[in-house]
T-cell receptor, first 115, second 111 residues
């Protein structure tokens, strides 16, 4: 389909392992966002890319979290030395324009469980 | 500090009746509000939005009302259908791309 896709859909990691979560945005979408959704909560902003530039990483909870979008399309969210509190659904969203008030289209998310 | 609050975790409504989902916010700088709908194992899907210069926006069966003085918005679904059963998230932004989401309300429409 033409929507935002994410992989893997489910990931189980042992505490201390590194994980990499992939997001394929809608083709041509300039803006890309990562959100973290803990159980029973709404999505919380992590970081924002405009093309390949990471313009805002204010929501990343610690320096164990790292995101990249090297060619302005696919993005990867990497979590190093995972902890149990990192267990959540990680949502990726993309939008067409650079300006605000653009609809964000969400992917299905990656459910990360850290044991 | 929760800037966007959805105080009802769940709501059940009979098919054909009106569903009213509520959302309160604390930040007076918010100028754009959205509702997203989420089915299990899917990402949130945009439903309807409203700018702070308006007090009402309508799209088919869905209407969003904004009361700025009360810092309150509501989503009305008329008539409710079983396919509307989902989790509804209210979100707000203060002139930026950064959306602040509420915790969601699970709507169940009973056939």
């Amino acid at each position: 389909g033409a929507g935002v896709s994410q992989s893997p859909r489910y990931k189980v990691a042992k505490r201390g392992q590194d994980v990499a979560l992939r997001c394929d945005p809608i083709s041509g979408h300039v803006s890309l966002f990562w959100y973290q959704q803990a159980l029973g909560q709404g999505p919380e902003f992590l970081t924002y890319f405009q093309n390949e530039a990471q313009l805002d990483k204010s929501g990343l909870p610690s320096d164990r979290f790292f995101a990249e979008r090297p060619e302005g399309s696919v993005s990867t969210l990497k979590i190093q030395r995972t902890q149990q509190e990192d267990s959540a659904v990680y949502l990726c969203a993309s939008s067409l324009g650079r300006v605000t008030y653009n609809e964000q289209f969400f992917g299905p998310g990656t459910r990360l469980t850290v044991l | 500090d929760q800037q966007v609050k959805q105080n009802s975790p769940s709501l059940s409504v009979q098919e054909g009746r009106i569903s009213i989902l509520n959302c309160d916010y604390t930040n007076s700088m918010f100028d754009y509000f959205l509702w997203y709908k989420k089915y299990p194992a899917e990402g949130p899907t945009f439903l309807i939005s409203i700018s702070s210069i308006k007090d009402k926006n309508e799209d088919g069966r869905f209407t969003v009302f904004l009361n700025k003085s009360a810092k309150h918005l509501s989503l009305h679904i008329v008539p409710s259908q079983p396919g509307d059963s989902a989790v509804y998230f209210c979100a707000a932004s203060a002139g930026t791309y950064k959306y602040i989401f509420g915790t969601g309300t699970r709507l169940k429409v009973l056939a």
